[in-house]
């Protein structure tokens, strides 16, 4: 099986154009991680545009190759991205791939799906764009209502769509001709830290945003006695909007928080290494990566009752779920694992049990295999036969 891999090269994403190799997203990264497994099985064609010539490594694992096609600047956003899927629609052509599968709506990658010649094609949603949309209230010509607009276009014209969780399934199988439910991967590397909670450390970890609700968890925590408080480390970009410099005040005035800025997967695992749980009081999420990579790293999440995130954590057996929109569920609830150190223990053990079993690479790239494998064949089944004279 031959697979055009549509995705981002991050190196274009952040302009770092002279480091040698690209990367993705964790998710992408994980994913391919597990498609190594099977050689025999999938070819694997990534490809990334990109505005600026960069060092383009014609294999980047054992059976995924690397594409990597120049688009000007024009091509991409003020264009809704029409360059880079006419150029992404020319490599597919060389290629003669089986099927095309797009990562996320978020940027070009949809659009590229759009426009590719006619192969089955598939879409997985990360980021759900309308969401988001309704939540800022975005409207025309901004980028959230561009890409969710975008994205509504894309899900009616891929022959699949790959949901990461039965949330976002739900939102988006009236405009899908099919749906299947799979979690993201975790790179298998946070599946070997050794977690060894440093005492009421806990950690939050989104980029500074109004539904991530960092300022609310800060106000959430207040409510508990000033013993009991514990230390919070904030992760992430910060932001000039105004939350944002909402939030960099109320962290300046509370010793017990500490914003350390973005961290790369690295300084990640680091920071998992010694949390004693995970916080996140988001009021929209699909499938965040960080949940599950804490509980590849034996880390316990406490986290939002809404979006995907009830898919992954069960209350009681390997985390805690709360009303983000209710502080004084959020203050019990975290006071609940931060003060039962047995509790907390029987939540990691069954989280990176969980996460063995559900998110390794392996895993979900074996379902992905079984998906490409139905796509395909149902794409037999509905050409017209062939008329013998």
């Excluded at 945003?209 to 006695?225: F, G, S, V, Y």
């Excluded at 006071?335 to 392996?362: E, M």
Aim: hydrophobic fraction near 40%; charged fraction near 25%.
């Amino acid at each position: 099986m031959k697979l055009a891999f549509l995705t981002t090269d991050n190196r274009e994403q952040f302009g770092r154009y002279d480091e040698p190799k690209p990367f993705f997203g964790t998710a992408m990264s994980a994913l391919l991680q597990g498609f190594e497994h099977f050689p025999d099985a999938i070819e694997v064609h990534v490809i990334s545009c990109a505005k600026r010539e960069m060092r383009k490594p014609a294999l980047i694992g054992r059976n995924i190759h690397f594409h990597q096609p120049l688009v000007p600047k024009l091509g991409w956003g003020r264009s809704a991205f029409i360059g880079c899927g006419m150029a992404v629609r020319k490599v597919i052509e060389a290629i003669d791939p089986d099927l095309v599968h797009a990562q996320g709506t978020e940027r070009d990658c949809a659009v590229s799906m759009m426009l590719a010649p006619r192969r089955p094609k598939l879409l997985t949603i990360h980021g759900h764009m309308a969401r988001i949309r309704e939540i800022t209230g975005a409207k025309f010509p901004s980028y959230y209502w561009m890409a969710a607009n975008l994205e509504s276009l894309a899900l009616k014209r891929a022959d699949g769509i790959i949901a990461l969780t039965n949330y976002t399934q739900k939102r988006v199988e009236s405009k899908a001709r099919q749906t299947w439910v799979i979690p993201n991967a975790v790179d298998e590397s946070f599946f070997k830290v050794a977690n060894d909670p440093e005492k009421n450390l806990i950690l939050c970890v989104a980029h500074v945003t109004a539904w991530k609700r960092q300022t609310e968890l800060i106000h959430a925590l207040d409510l508990l006695p000033k013993d009991m408080i514990p230390r919070l480390v904030f992760l992430g970009n910060g932001s000039e909007s105004l939350y944002g410099k909402r939030f960099a005040d109320e962290v300046s005035q509370r010793p017990w928080c500490h914003h350390a800025g973005n961290a790369n997967r690295a300084e990640l695992r680091e920071w998992l290494s010694k949390a004693s749980f995970l916080v996140l009081p988001s009021i929209e999420d699909n499938c965040p990566m960080v949940a599950l990579e804490a509980m590849a790293s034996g880390v316990p999440v406490v986290a939002s009752n809404i979006g995907g995130i009830p898919d992954l954590v069960i209350p009681g057996e390997d985390g805690e779920l709360f009303d983000p929109r209710d502080p004084a569920d959020i203050a019990e609830k975290i006071s609940r694992v931060l003060n039962d150190p047995t509790r907390r223990d029987s939540y990691a053990t069954r989280a990176r049990l969980k996460a063995q079993q559900t998110y390794h690479p392996v895993a979900i790239a074996r379902k992905h295999l079984e998906i490409y494998a139905d796509a395909l064949s149902k794409a037999r089944k509905s050409q017209p036969a062939t008329v013998r004279e």
